[in-house]
């Protein structure tokens, strides 16, 4: 027995993918930003939950060479146990004069201590965070890795006083995996403060060093999506730190919506050749 029309028509209703709009963009980069959110928030907790190990305050309270030895193996232990669990390429200790108290490298304990850590983009805005706050970087070439990675900062405290910084490099792939994640329409993209991509559904930007090149340029694009740059598509879409709206292109309207995640831009679009161009 045939169906009767109106059943029909709610059948194929069901059935037709629901046309791109700007609030289905709106979720697509509310859900990636919220991915990227999760493992920001996992690994600041992390980082201050390790800072807060007595042994910290053990190694600068110690008046003999033999107790801060002690202090220190602890405090190796503690950072290998944390490089095991999470995607960590490098984690230091730092005293306020950028002298490296400790540094494991991948797997292992680094023996050869830099005495040059102040020139390090992390290291002011890492000692001008409050206890139990870190400070994310933007993505930037590992010295010792020769691998992109992010940088997170926390204040170590001891005797009342900042004595050091805890610092642990994430490597840049593990966002551009998450990113990259459950796409299945449409593309998303992430997009770093001078609005250079650092990761994009559609490929992936290199995360390794290329011979001499170390110059954020030299391994990542501008955004552009139809002439437009990030903080004009911004203006575009309201400003803020979310927006979204029809933008017309070459190709067709497209559907596009942005979202603020830590130093970081999540751009979402889908395109929709029959939307209505502004």
Avoid at 7 to 15: D, G, M, P, T
Avoid at 221 to 243: I, W
Avoid at 252 to 262: F, I, K, L, N, T
Wanted: hydrophobic share 45%.
């Amino acid at each position: 027995m045939r169906a009767p029309l109106p059943v029909l028509a709610a059948l194929a209703l069901i059935a037709a993918p629901a046309a791109a709009d700007p609030g289905r963009a709106a979720e697509l980069a509310d859900k990636k930003a919220a991915v990227l959110e999760l493992m920001h928030g996992k690994a600041k907790r992390d980082l201050v939950n390790v800072a807060q190990d007595e042994a910290f305050a053990r190694y600068f309270a110690a008046t003999d060479e033999a107790g801060r030895a002690d202090a220190k193996a602890r405090i190796e232990r503690i950072a290998l146990a944390t490089q095991s669990r999470f995607a960590v390429e490098e984690m230091c200790l730092i005293d306020p004069h950028g002298h490296e108290i400790m540094r494991i490298v991948g797997s292992s304990v680094a023996h050869d201590l830099s005495h040059e850590e102040a020139s390090a983009p992390f290291f002011a805005p890492a000692f001008d965070q409050p206890p139990r706050s870190v400070h994310i970087s933007e993505a930037y070439l590992s010295p010792d890795t020769d691998r992109w990675v992010v940088a997170y900062v926390t204040p170590v405290m001891a005797g009342g006083r900042k004595a050091a910084v805890l610092h642990y490099e994430h490597r840049l792939d593990t966002y551009q995996a998450a990113l990259r994640g459950a796409t299945t329409e449409g593309w998303a993209a992430l997009v770093g403060e001078d609005g250079l991509v650092l990761a994009d559904t559609r490929g992936d930007p290199p995360v390794q060093r290329r011979g001499e090149q170390e110059a954020r340029a030299d391994y990542f694009t501008p955004f552009a999506l139809a002439g437009l740059s990030l903080d004009q598509l911004k203006q575009r879409l309201g400003g803020g730190a979310a927006g979204s709206g029809w933008i017309d292109s070459p190709g067709g309207a497209v559907a596009v919506a942005y979202r603020q995640s830590e130093r970081w831009t999540v751009v979402a679009a889908l395109p929709d050749r029959a939307a209505p161009s502004q």
